[in-house]
């Protein structure tokens, strides 16, 4: 599903994001990205969508090689990628329901379809009874279920999540995490970057550690690590 | 994309800005009025002259209630001088010249009724048999019994084609001046369009909306600075043509009426000032696209 072959990314101004990074993420797999504070993690997720341009190495997300994808594909590369941040990234004049909607109205699903399914993926995410609510009226963990609902909502093939609980408490966390398990079992395909020591370690999935824009440690069912980050 | 979605995100943005929005239409309207203006005389100076079209280069317009007598005169005198100096003539009476001003004033009915048969200068239309000698054949007529006044268009045509070039060139100068600054109100307008809206933009770019997707409102906004501003220009144009066709100069040659532009030439205008503010409108919104929202 993603397959990252030989890849190095600099940043203007000669930062190295990622050296030489060689991955390979199958349909259906739950996988953690860990490491320090830039070592490259997001560097990896933003490749992903086409956000960044490795210069050398390729990038193959569902069967195509993103780097080489002409800009007018992109878009319809990403419909098949949902992403949550730490920082929710909702639209903060908008409800709860217009929010989730908003990502199937702007990728031209007809309105039935738009009626049908965003009241469905709240029911998922818990929040059928707060669909009016404004962000703003909602406490982190809600913002952050309404925003992973926004991702899923057209049911991706992958789900991309760089440190979605990094602004949550541990009970919360929990459950933005089941949520994303669940996501995981319909079949979509989950990398998420993350700090957080205890849901790696409880989960046990698979564990890609990077430094300094290396991988260095990809373990089947691993930790979070052996050092404190 | 549907309607309704391009229709509730252009409007917003509109309205979001309506101090921006207002200044782009306003300064639009101004240009395009004066581009308006332009073409009214133009249109006007063309109606004025078309009637001297047909080597016709002299009028002897008689006095309204001129004796027989004094007709047969001039046209004894005109008679003699065929052809070693005029090449031909007739005779226009007053229900002809009625007819003439009919035609020429259609569609103004107010304007025809004030105006009777018994109220139109008769004349002789000459046609000189060198050009050279209209002067001259204007001087000898003119001061004679029962003549009101000699029309003399090459000298009068000549003057209003110069008036009327001052005027283009004042008029196209402030068009573009200020055409200048609406193109740049409207490109700044959806400059903080864009801004106000980036938000959603991000949003738009992770979902995987098209870049047309994400672009059409921003210029479907520019399109409606351009279209509002020349609907603005159009009203403006339309109802002052009287006014605007009478800055050329008042018509020496048709006994003195006012120039005229009819209704249905005045909205020929329009029309083209309406395409002109969309173009507009579409180019500075596109380059406002494509250099501020990065898809
Ligand atoms: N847009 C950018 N321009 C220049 N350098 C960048 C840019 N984004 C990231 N970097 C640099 O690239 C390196 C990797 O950054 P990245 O954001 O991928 O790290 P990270 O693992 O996500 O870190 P964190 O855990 O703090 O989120 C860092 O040295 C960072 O300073
Ligand atoms: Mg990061």
Partial sequence: MI??????KTYKGSTVALKDVTVDIKRGEFVFIVGPSGSGKTTFLRLVTKEEVAEAGEVWVAGKEVGSLAPWKVPYLRRNIGCVFQDFRLLPTRSVYEN???????IGRP???????VPQILKLVGLETKMDRLPGELSAGEQQRVAVARAFVNRPLILLADEPTGNLDPATTGGIMRLLERINEYGTTVVMATHDRQI?????????EMA???VVRDQVRGVYGMVDA | MSSAYLLRETGGNLVRNIVMTVAAVVTMAVSLSALGGVLIMRQAINKATVQWQGGVQLAIFMNANASGQEIRAIGDELHAMVPQEIQKYWWVDKERAYAEFKQMFAGEPAFIKVMSVGQMPPS???VPA?????AQLAGQFDNQPGVHNVGYPQQAINQMLSHFSTLRTVALVLAAGVMVGAIALIINTIQLAIFSRRR???VMKLVGATNWFIRVPFMLEGLAHGLAGACAAFMLTYFSRGTIASFVGSDSLNFGAPLYVSPHEAVFTGVFILIVGMLVGMVGSAFAVKRFLAV
């Avoid at chain 1, 309105?111 to 399914?117: A, F, I, P, S, Y």
């Avoid at chain 1, 790696?200 to 890609?208: A, C, K």
């Avoid at chain 2, 060198?130 to 209209?134: F, K, M, Y």
């Fill in chain 1, 3 to 8: 397959r990252f072959n030989h890849v190095t």
């Fill in chain 2, 200 to 202: 959603e933009v991000a």
């Fill in chain 1, 200 to 208: 790696v370690d409880t989960m046990r999935r698979r564990v890609i």
């Fill in chain 2, 130 to 134: 060198r050009a050279q000698n209209v």
């Fill in chain 1, 111 to 117: 309105r039935h379809v738009v009626r049908t399914q």
């Fill in chain 2, 124 to 126: 002789y239309r000459v």
């Fill in chain 1, 212 to 214: 300094q824009g290396s």
């Fill in chain 1, 100 to 106: 989730v909607a908003f990502a199937l109205e702007v």
